[in-house]
């Protein structure tokens, strides 16, 4: 009868032990994601937006069909990382082949009320190396990219 309130109500269970003398912090485990078999997966259409010196503006994109015009249409999956995604860009950017080109990329999406978000995602180098980590093993399903979504891919000089 321990376990019942005064009014007939099961307690709530105890908490899950936490650090110290009671064991072990509980681990974070990170989503499994599986890898897409790109054989038998149809690819999506990636629209891509490219601009030196900054990203575009959210309201460059408020009007369907007026669309900044610097735009590049790839057809990928959802594992693929931002180190492909930059090396695709650097095949019709020249200015993305500088050595010293850092690539920006910002997913663009409507808000609940309709208007275009520009949030950024992530960064990488056009020549990476060890001693500058930037994101570019991250895909776009860990970016949490939905179909539909734009890639607004900012080109900045250092």
């Not at 937006?49 to 790839?74: L, S, Y």
């Not at 093993?137 to 607004?152: A, C, R, T, V």
């Amino acid at each position: 009868m321990a376990d019942v309130q005064r009014r007939g109500r099961p307690l709530p269970p105890p908490p899950p032990p936490r650090g110290g003398p009671h064991g072990p912090p509980p681990q974070r485990i990170a989503p499994r994601l599986e890898p897409v078999d790109r054989e038998k997966t149809c690819p999506l259409l990636l629209r891509v937006f490219t601009k030196v010196g900054g990203h575009h503006n959210d309201n460059e994109f408020a009007v369907r069909g007026k669309e900044p015009k610097d735009e590049v249409q790839i057809y990928t999956w959802m594992d693929a990382t931002l180190r492909e995604l930059t090396d695709l860009v650097k095949e019709v950017a020249p200015e993305a082949r500088r050595r010293d080109a850092t690539l920006s990329f910002a997913f663009v999406y409507p808000d609940k009320r309709g208007r275009f978000v520009v949030r950024e995602v992530g960064r990488t180098f056009s020549y990476p190396n060890m001693r500058r980590p930037d994101s570019g093993s991250k895909s776009l399903s860990e970016l949490k990219f939905q179909i539909g979504d734009y890639l607004d891919v900012a080109i900045l000089f250092q």
